[in-house]
């Protein structure tokens, strides 16, 4: 576990103390040994509560996304991404590195840590570019 998050610190809080030290986890139950996202104490697939924290591939596909307008001066038009990570669970994130109408349902894309203020976050860029 990382060591800015404290032991008795919930699931969500590691989760996002992984991402402030640039690192991407999502947890897998160790009683039916399915991959779990959004962090949770209890397994959804089988109850369980033996989650460990652990490195998914970070690649997938986008599941659907949606085009933001927003004026140039806001930082200009952006996407909200669903991605089905090949681990088999889904994120809500953005799809960086191309414009927001090059962005297509089915596009292979991977995970990459950014950083923003110090907070991390988790953002996809197509494949290719990777």
Not at 98 to 121: F, H, I, K, Q, Y
Request: aromatic content about 6%; charged content about 20%; some cysteine.
């Amino acid at each position: 576990m990382n060591p800015s998050a404290p032991a008795d610190a919930g699931p969500q809080a590691r989760y996002q103390a992984f991402l402030d030290a640039g690192a991407f986890r999502i947890q897998r139950c160790g009683d039916c040994r399915r991959h779990v996202f959004h962090p949770r104490v209890l397994c959804p697939h089988c109850g369980g509560q033996a989650l460990e924290w652990m490195t998914p591939a970070g690649t997938g596909r986008v599941y659907s996304f949606s085009t933001i307008a927003a004026k140039p001066e806001a930082g200009g038009d952006y996407n909200v991404s669903l991605v089905d990570l090949d681990e088999g669970v889904r994120l809500m994130s953005r799809v960086e590195g191309v414009p927001p109408a090059g962005v297509s349902v089915g596009m292979r894309v991977r995970a990459e840590v950014r950083l923003d203020d110090g907070t991390g976050l988790v953002v996809f860029v197509p494949e290719a570019q990777a």
